[in-house]
């Protein structure tokens, strides 16, 4: 093998064009050992289509032979020719010892083109050969955490862990608590986290561990660890939500903004940051940060709907109409018509005296509004303001139907009915 040795040797120094002549050597000439060794190595190393040429020149010998067309297909596979692997594969006779592997890889190929139930098939004719084979089993566990099917999947994890902890240098306790976490089982994932982060200190593991423990209600233990893995990684973006989310739910309202402060400096186009950021800023009472925060947002994505309705709430708690109309109109350039900024546009038009509008956007927004009582209240009170007595009788009439006991809409329905007789 001395000749394999020196082609991988010149070509890791970069001398391909001596490496070659000696590979074409042994494709046309040499040994079918030499082949297959040579083959393999070059697979490795990533030189695809020689290697491919080595195997299909194999075949011309033993064109039945599995392990061959196995390894043909893996090259189609990396040199990104799913399709002709998927035809070499289908070669392989149900006798040959490599026809479990070529399931295996046919059913990955097929998940990967979303052919779910034909990739399940594979795999389960796959496991009727070897039905004691952990990678077949956790092969089916990924396929139906893919799909969503989660008991299945948990059920395949749980089934491989009795043998393995590891499959392909997959860690299968954090698999097995991601499909649990997906599922619903917060509680249940997290010994499994727990597990998988004993055997490796890994980062994805460390945030689903947090993440989990945060949607189990476990804070103090999702603060921890969003802490420890931003400890060792401060660029992971996804924590710094999530670490703000964590630290308000325990009322630490001003390390909840400073986790938010410190992922905007990680992640400076995060428009979730800045809106939860702003919302953080409302709650300890620093409404000019939150406007910062806010506007911020819109100016990443001018159609954040949530973001527009958040920061005109705030406008019109502060009495600023002209900024109220501003947002409106920002979002309807961009042809968002929200109905929530109807009412907000109506408010701000009619404090801003232009009447005629204001009872326009009010008109418009009853469509959308007219079962909720605060809207009814603020249409009603305009109404009357306009002298639409008629009009608003009507809204305080379905105002006490909607609250029989309100002392005050009885009062002022009174003096409208007395008004128009």
């Given at each position: 093998m001395e000749k394999i040795e020196k082609i991988i040797t010149l070509l890791e120094n970069g001398q391909h064009e001596e490496a070659i002549k000696d590979y074409n050597q042994i494709l046309m000439n040499g040994t079918n050992e030499e082949r297959i060794v040579l083959g393999e190595e070059l697979f490795q190393y990533g030189f695809l289509e020689e290697a491919k040429a080595l195997f299909q020149k194999l075949l011309e010998s033993y064109p039945e032979e599995g392990e061959l067309l196995v390894l043909l297909a893996e090259t189609f596979i990396e040199l990104g020719d799913e399709d002709q692997a998927m035809l070499e594969l289908e070669k392989i006779n149900e006798n040959d010892a490599s026809f479990p592997q070529a399931l295996l890889l046919l059913a990955d190929l097929y998940q990967m083109e979303g052919l779910y139930e034909v990739s399940e098939q594979k795999l389960l004719k796959a496991k009727s050969i070897l039905p004691d084979e952990p990678i077949i089993e956790f092969a089916l566990g990924e396929l139906f955490l893919e799909q969503g099917k989660f008991t299945e999947a948990i059920k395949a994890y749980k089934q491989v862990i009795q043998t393995d902890n590891e499959i392909a240098g997959v860690n299968v306790h954090q698999r097995l608590g991601d499909a649990l976490s997906a599922g619903g089982a917060f509680e249940e994932a997290i010994p499994y986290y727990e597990k998988a982060l004993e055997d490796k200190l890994e980062i994805n593991t460390l945030f689903s561990y947090a993440f989990t423990a945060l949607q189990a209600g476990y804070n103090k233990t999702a603060i921890e660890k969003f802490n420890e893995l931003k400890e060792i990684d401060p660029e992971y973006h996804s924590l710094y939500l999530y670490l703000a989310k964590a630290y308000e739910r325990e009322e630490e309202l001003e390390d909840s903004f400073s986790a938010v402060k410190e992922g905007i400096k990680q992640d400076?186009?995060?428009?979730?940051?800045?809106?939860?950021?702003?919302?953080?800023?409302?709650?300890?009472?620093?409404?000019?940060?939150?406007?910062?925060?806010?506007?911020?947002?819109?100016?990443?994505?001018?159609?954040?709907?949530?973001?527009?309705?958040?920061?005109?709430?705030?406008?019109?708690?502060?009495?600023?109409?002209?900024?109220?109309?501003?947002?409106?109109?920002?979002?309807?350039?961009?042809?968002?018509?929200?109905?929530?900024?109807?009412?907000?546009?109506?408010?701000?038009?009619?404090?801003?005296?232009?009447?005629?509008?204001?009872?326009?956007?009010?008109?418009?927004?009853?469509?959308?509004?007219?079962?909720?009582?605060?809207?009814?209240?603020?249409?009603?009170?305009?109404?009357?303001?306009?002298?639409?007595?008629?009009?608003?009788?009507?809204?305080?009439?379905?105002?006490?139907?909607?609250?029989?006991?309100?002392?005050?809409?009885?009062?002022?329905l009174e003096r409208l009915t007395d008004d128009l007789n």
């Amino acid at each position: 093998m001395e000749k394999i040795e020196k082609i991988i040797t010149l070509l890791e120094n970069g001398q391909h064009e001596e490496a070659i002549k000696d590979y074409n050597q042994i494709l046309m000439n040499g040994t079918n050992e030499e082949r297959i060794v040579l083959g393999e190595e070059l697979f490795q190393y990533g030189f695809l289509e020689e290697a491919k040429a080595l195997f299909q020149k194999l075949l011309e010998s033993y064109p039945e032979e599995g392990e061959l067309l196995v390894l043909l297909a893996e090259t189609f596979i990396e040199l990104g020719d799913e399709d002709q692997a998927m035809l070499e594969l289908e070669k392989i006779n149900e006798n040959d010892a490599s026809f479990p592997q070529a399931l295996l890889l046919l059913a990955d190929l097929y998940q990967m083109e979303g052919l779910y139930e034909v990739s399940e098939q594979k795999l389960l004719k796959a496991k009727s050969i070897l039905p004691d084979e952990p990678i077949i089993e956790f092969a089916l566990g990924e396929l139906f955490l893919e799909q969503g099917k989660f008991t299945e999947a948990i059920k395949a994890y749980k089934q491989v862990i009795q043998t393995d902890n590891e499959i392909a240098g997959v860690n299968v306790h954090q698999r097995l608590g991601d499909a649990l976490s997906a599922g619903g089982a917060f509680e249940e994932a997290i010994p499994y986290y727990e597990k998988a982060l004993e055997d490796k200190l890994e980062i994805n593991t460390l945030f689903s561990y947090a993440f989990t423990a945060l949607q189990a209600g476990y804070n103090k233990t999702a603060i921890e660890k969003f802490n420890e893995l931003k400890e060792i990684d401060p660029e992971y973006h996804s924590l710094y939500l999530y670490l703000a989310k964590a630290y308000e739910r325990e009322e630490e309202l001003e390390d909840s903004f400073s986790a938010v402060k410190e992922g905007i400096k990680q992640d400076e186009y995060n428009k979730d940051l800045y809106f939860y950021g702003g919302k953080i800023a409302l709650k300890i009472g620093k409404e000019q940060e939150a406007e910062q925060l806010f506007r911020e947002a819109l100016a990443l994505d001018p159609e954040f709907i949530e973001a527009a309705i958040t920061i005109n709430k705030l406008f019109l708690k502060q009495e600023k109409y002209e900024d109220v109309l501003e947002i409106v109109d920002l979002l309807q350039q961009n042809g968002i018509d929200e109905p929530e900024l109807l009412w907000d546009e109506a408010i701000a038009l009619q404090h801003l005296e232009k009447y005629s509008q204001a009872l326009n956007k009010y008109q418009l927004a009853y469509n959308f509004f007219k079962n909720q009582s605060e809207f009814l209240t603020d249409y009603g009170y305009f109404l009357m303001e306009e002298g639409k007595r008629h009009e608003a009788a009507e809204i305080f009439t379905k105002l006490l139907e909607n609250d029989p006991s309100n002392v005050e809409y009885e009062e002022i329905l009174e003096r409208l009915t007395d008004d128009l007789n």
